[in-house]
């Protein structure tokens, strides 16, 4: 078992205390460390691939929320509407419309965050402010789709003032375009690197990997 049993311990508590939900990112882990952490009581679980999703849910506990957190392509939608929790990386209405139309297949709502780019990077997937307003007016078009908050990525750098300034870009937005005043409204942002200060920045949901399950090694 390779989990890191301890520091979950101490992140969960502290998060607890700071009413933030805590996402574990088991992404390219084996199940047994999902399993291991599950037994622990973490609840939450996310993944950025449908194949390795749909295979890690068949083998897992039920109550388990999985949450999709990678990017999202529209000809993959069915294989994860029948159970997924949260989709977080929503970008486009093209990808809205497919998830509405796969969950009204599924006699279900599924819960959605729309992904805002904030970091300088061109390689971060995202909404710019104006396509965020398009979308917002479209949503009634999408009567299968609960559009829950935002989510956001800083850029990947050691300039910590350039990502408290990206994460309090992504509050802001949060705060201005409605969403945030919704009740139980989600802000997603914040991963092993950076969860302190998008906290900090207002974060009330955090996807941590690496911190809880060791690096990942990509073969
Ligand atoms: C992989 C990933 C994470 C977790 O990253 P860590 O640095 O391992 O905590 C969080 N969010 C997204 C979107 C990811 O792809």
Not at 101 to 119: E, G, T
Not at 156 to 161: A, S, V
Request: with cysteine.
């Amino acid at each position: 078992m390779s989990i890191h049993s301890d520091v979950f311990k101490t992140i969960s508590q502290e998060l607890k205390e700071k009413k933030v939900t805590l996402v574990a990112v088991s992404k390219t882990k084996p199940v047994e460390d999902i399993e291991a952490l599950y037994q622990l009581g973490q609840r939450d679980f996310g993944e950025n691939y449908v194949q390795e999703l749909v295979d890690k849910q068949a083998s897992l506990p039920t109550d388990i929320r999985w949450h999709f957190i990678g990017h999202l392509q529209s000809n993959k939608v069915k294989y994860i509407a029948p159970f997924v929790h949260l989709i977080h990386g929503v970008d486009s209405l093209k990808l809205l419309k497919e998830i509405d139309k796969q969950a009204a297949k599924n006699n279900r709502i599924i819960d959605c965050l729309l992904q805002i780019h904030i970091a300088t990077e061109e390689t971060k997937f995202g909404m710019d402010q104006q396509e965020l307003t398009a979308a917002m007016e479209q949503l009634e078009h999408f009567p299968n789709v609960r559009v829950c908050g935002l989510m956001g990525m800083a850029s990947f750098t050691d300039d910590q003032e350039k990502v408290r300034a990206e994460f309090k870009s992504l509050y802001d937005i949060f705060n201005t375009s409605g969403i945030g005043h919704l009740p139980s409204a989600i802000l997603s942002m914040g991963m092993s690197g950076d969860y302190k200060i998008a906290i900090e920045e207002g974060s009330n949901m955090v996807r941590i990997g690496s911190l809880l399950f060791g690096a990942r090694i990509y073969s």
